[in-house]
Antibody, heavy 118, light 107 residues
Framework: EVQLVESGGGLVQPGGSLRLSCAAS????????MIWVRQAPGKGLDWVSY????????YYADSVEGRFTISRDNAKNLLYLQMNSLRDEDTAVYYC???????????WGQGTLVTVSS | AIQMTQSPSSLSASVGDRVTITCRAS??????LGWYQQKPGKAPKLLIY???SLQSGVPSRFSGSGSGTDFTLTISSLQPEDFATYYC?????????FGQGTKVEIK
């Protein structure tokens, strides 16, 4: 069974840093591209970042470019999102997702809440 | 970046109704579009990929159509478990963008 489990969320002050992790199981992690998506409280879904099979194949939303860094450890089946210089508007539930071979996000984690507040 | 305009933002419908939700892309995206269902407090769930293909395990009352710039999600006969928020997402090139969402409520 495919499972994605996020962790690392919590309360952080503006300007602070946090690293999210996504533990993958039930599939060959190194064979799949991975995605981060977030959802601010009461708002819609917002695509954040992508990492491909080639570790240099990385993209970010303009809103996080230069502040967030996506990475993966295929040996440990882990996806990461390093978030620096956090702002109030980064407050959201962060979901990791697997990009299926057909292109869409076919599996999602349960999400982890990041709250940026003083 | 490609903009996805989804409509309506909300709708009220009864069990058994046919429901249609649309997404329009600001430029052509071939068939690089998925539809997702999200219930409160839960992660999104993939319903349709590549604009028209039904994800495994999803009931056949869900269908997708369209190509290029105009896309539609149809629920042929609304069931109680279908009351949720629906989103389109293009994966044509980065950055991907979601539609604003359509909340389907009980009439």
């Amino acid at each position: 069974e495919v499972q994605l489990v996020e962790s690392g969320g919590g309360l952080v002050q503006p300007g602070g840093s946090l690293r999210l992790s996504c533990a993958a199981s039930g599939f060959t992690f190194s064979d799949y591209e991975m995605i981060w998506v977030r959802q601010a409280p009461g708002k819609g879904l917002d695509w954040v970042s992508y990492i491909g099979l080639i570790l240099s194949d990385i993209y970010y939303a303009d809103s996080v470019e230069g502040r967030f860094t996506i990475s993966r450890d295929n040996a440990k089946n882990l996806l990461y999102l390093q978030m620096n210089s956090l702002r109030d508007e980064d407050t959201a539930v962060y979901y990791c997702g697997r990009r299926g071979h057909d292109g869409s996000i076919d599996y999602w984690g349960q999400g982890t809440l990041v709250t940026v507040s003083s | 970046a490609i903009q996805m305009t989804q409509s309506p933002s909300s709708l009220s419908a009864s069990v058994g109704d046919r429901v249609t939700i649309t997404c329009r892309a600001s430029q052509g995206i071939r068939n690089d579009l998925g539809w997702y269902q999200q219930k409160p407090g839960k992660a999104p769930k993939l319903l349709i990929y590549a604009a028209t293909s039904l994800q495994s395990g999803v009931p056949s009352r869900f269908s997708g159509s369209g190509s290029g710039t105009d896309f539609t999600l149809t629920i042929s006969s609304l069931q109680p478990e279908d009351f949720a928020t629906y989103y389109c997402l293009h994966d044509h090139y980065y950055p991907w963008t979601f539609g604003q969402g359509t909340k389907v409520e009980i009439k």
